[in-house]
């Protein structure tokens, strides 16, 4: 078991013929992930990596069945494809486009949430269930099979943690980069409990940073409903306010959103909060000793 | 990215939300000049510089003859302000805003901003005008007034009158302040506005509001379709370094401490300057380096971090990915021939092709670049080679 994807998740490529479009599905595929096809406009009934291109998603959708969304168009781009792939019945998109502007991001959730398209990003490495199926950017040997989730707003660190967990003899569920923007698609708070729910997880890792409230969110959640060893680790401690730090999102304003305020709040909530990034996976090892 | 007080006010006056008539000026005889052109015997001298906090710094001025005008203006020019948002070292006024006097009969607070919990903007409001709005939320939020917007319908009369009747203002003020806030509105989603402040907003003594203050924000990332808005920006309020790292595609801050950092994702480089305060020492900045971390721009942060003489030792932390470690590390030797390194530099490289580099590393044998086992003994030898202890 896994959560969102695995080996059978049938994936459409939005932005397939692009650069990094073709890049990286050629990468999922390589990993075992099943790319189904792709949609460029103006480009359908090509045949690219092997696969047929669409000039939408409908198209694509009804012909192969697809019902996720790999999207890799142009930041102006992102929130019309976004609603284009909600309005063709897409279950999931995955975003991992950078630089969209936050009130594109806004139209593009609220209509994805109105159709019941879940989102995931954008300005993130995508989603992995380990030994299956990688929808995004990350290096897929870093994710060996195992009964840890893990849920980040940072790529690197999400590697890192992955890392961690792997050299401790332990490995992944499913991962989820949910990114660093100010308006994401699925975050802790959506992701948790089907971690929770998820036969195969044992522990849930989950990294976040400054900034907004999502990990407050998450710790009032795990204290009422998660009943799973959670290990945490907030990046931006030593993170000075004002600042922007490299995530549109990463940003203490006023005296809110700090590192401290969110460890407090996932401590108090019963979470394992780790103040080093080098301890998560020993203390993903720790967590899981003291539950048996 | 921000943009001056005089700025905003014009974006303002596009969209017919009400300010006093003003001008900008360099020096004093134009400051004098541009008093002259306004007419009137009351102007106000204000210092453009991005951010609040003026008024207390000496920053904004009254003056009731143009002779006072040129004086206060001269005076301003060139002065340094420190206010609580300029950190310590404050900010050099270059530009001084000449506006006319304004009848002030009430002070309130009108502020935009996006509610990242509700993924909609809201429009807040307060009777506490003039105050520090962070203060106020600190100490009596109830004072605060919101209106969360939902975008697919847009700002309604009813999201107005919500605010108009938490400012307790009369029937007759209502009108006027519903034109005011949906004109606000506009200048907020039409601009890609990240942040609007009006501090304070007035009522005349003929019931008129008037945007006495402006600060705006954008959205850097909606920039590329406002290229009116792009121009505004003013480099002489930015870092430096900060600006010249961006040209290379690279993400710098610059903090207080002695151990810099090198790193590949905004998060791992967080998460780097945590966990060297965590092991004692106190980084120098902040520095993404990007998901390539090739010879070019890897030798653009040594020259970067390098820039800042209280560092005493870097810590290069990369987690390679699809970009391999072996790759990285071929990159770090030849940008160390590129820059001069004159202080100990602690490589970790993990993630795919680990060991290949380590072994890179070794071979190599140069003096000043130490291979670390892992991201902790990473930290801890670039917290002890900054001491002076390795």
């Not at chain 2, 900010?91 to 993924?119: H, P, S």
């Not at chain 2, 401490?257 to 900045?285: F, R, S, W, Y």
Request: aromatic share 6%.
């Amino acid at each position: 078991m896994s959560i969102l994807v695995n080996k059978d998740t049938k994936v459409i490529v939005q932005g397939f013929t692009g650069k990094e479009g073709t890049f990286h599905a050629q990468q999922c595929m390589d990993y075992g992930t099943n790319i189904v096809g792709g949609v460029t406009p103006n480009k359908g009934g090509m045949t690219h990596l092997g696969k047929p291109v669409f000039n939408t998603v409908e198209e694509a959708v009804k012909a192969t069945g697809a019902t996720v969304s790999m999207i890799f168009v142009p930041p102006a781009f992102v929130a019309d494809a976004v609603m284009e792939a909600a309005d063709a019945g897409i279950e999931l998109a995955v975003i991992i486009t950078e630089g969209a502007p936050v009130r594109d991001m806004m139209y593009a959730k609220h209509y994805a949430v109105k159709k019941g398209m879940k989102t995931i990003g954008p300005n993130c490495p995508g989603i992995i269930t380990a030994e299956e199926c990688k929808i995004g950017i990350m290096p897929g040997n870093i994710f060996k099979k195992g009964n840890v989730g893990l849920i980040s707003k940072s790529g690197t660190l999400t590697y890192e943690a992955s890392n961690q967990v792997v050299k401790e003899g332990l490995g992944i569920t499913t991962a989820v980069g949910i990114g660093g923007d100010p308006i994401i698609g699925l975050s802790y708070k959506e992701l948790l409990p089907m971690f929770e729910a998820d036969d195969e997880t044992e522990a849930i890792v989950m990294i976040g940073e400054i900034g907004g409230d999502l990990e407050i969110q998450a710790a009032k959640l795990i204290k009422e409903k998660i009943t799973k060893p959670v290990v945490a680790f907030i990046a931006g401690q030593t993170a000075p306010k004002g600042k922007r730090m490299g995530h549109a999102g990463a940003i203490v304003s006023g005296s809110k959103g700090t590192a401290q305020e969110k460890m407090e709040a996932l401590k108090e909530a019963g979470v394992y909060v780790v103040e080093s990034p080098a301890d998560i996976g020993a203390t993903v090892v720790k967590a899981l000793n003291n539950k048996k | 990215m921000n943009i001056h007080e005089y700025q905003a006010k014009e974006i303002f006056r596009k969209y017919g939300v009400p300010t006093p008539r003003g001008g900008v000026a360099f020096s004093g005889p134009e400051a004098r000049k541009v008093a002259e052109e306004l007419g009137g015997d009351l102007w106000v001298v204000k210092a453009q510089i991005h951010a609040g906090g003026r008024g207390k710094a000496g920053g904004v001025k009254l003056a009731k003859t143009l002779d006072e005008v040129e004086k206060i203006a001269e005076e301003m020019l060139g002065m340094t302000l420190v206010t609580h948002q300029t950190g310590p070292e404050g900010k050099v006024v270059k530009k001084v805003y000449i506006e006319e006097g304004a009848d002030i009969k009430a002070e309130y607070y009108l502020g935009m901003v996006l509610d990242r919990a509700l993924e909609m903007p809201v429009m807040m409001a307060s009777t506490e005008g003039g105050m520090e709005i962070e203060e106020v939320a600190a100490k009596t939020p109830e004072k605060i007034i919101k209106v969360a917007i939902d975008p697919a319908i847009g700002f309604q009369p009813f999201h107005a009158r919500k605010l108009a009747f938490g400012l307790g203002l009369g029937k007759d003020e209502q009108k006027e302040f519903i034109r005011f806030a949906s004109a606000l509105y506009n200048v907020y989603m039409d601009n890609d506005a990240e942040l609007i402040e009006i501090n304070p907003l007035i009522k005349t003594g003929e019931g008129k509001f008037i945007a006495l203050d402006a600060k705006m924000g954008f959205d850097d990332n909606a920039l590329y379709r406002h290229p009116e808005i792009a121009e505004m920006r003013d480099l002489d309020e930015e870092e430096p370094t900060e600006l010249e790292a961006k040209k290379y595609g690279l993400s710098y801050i610059k903090l207080d401490g002695n151990v810099g950092c090198m790193v590949n994702g905004a998060g791992l480089a967080m998460a780097t300057m945590d966990i060297i305060k965590h092991e004692g020492g106190e980084p120098a900045n902040f520095l993404d380096v990007g998901g390539g971390a090739n010879p070019d721009t890897v030798a653009k942060g040594f020259e970067i971090i390098l820039s800042d003489p209280n560092v005493k030792s870097i810590f290069v932390n990369i987690f390679g990915g699809i970009v391999r470690c072996d790759r990285v590390a071929n990159g770090i030797l030849e940008a160390t021939k590129k820059v001069e390194v004159n202080v100990p530099v602690i490589v970790r490289l993990d993630g795919t092709n680990a060991e290949e580099a380590a072994e890179i590393l070794r071979n190599a044998n140069i003096k000043n670049i130490i291979p670390a086992e892992d991201l902790k003994d990473g930290a801890k030898k670039a917290v002890a080679a900054a001491k002076g202890e390795l």
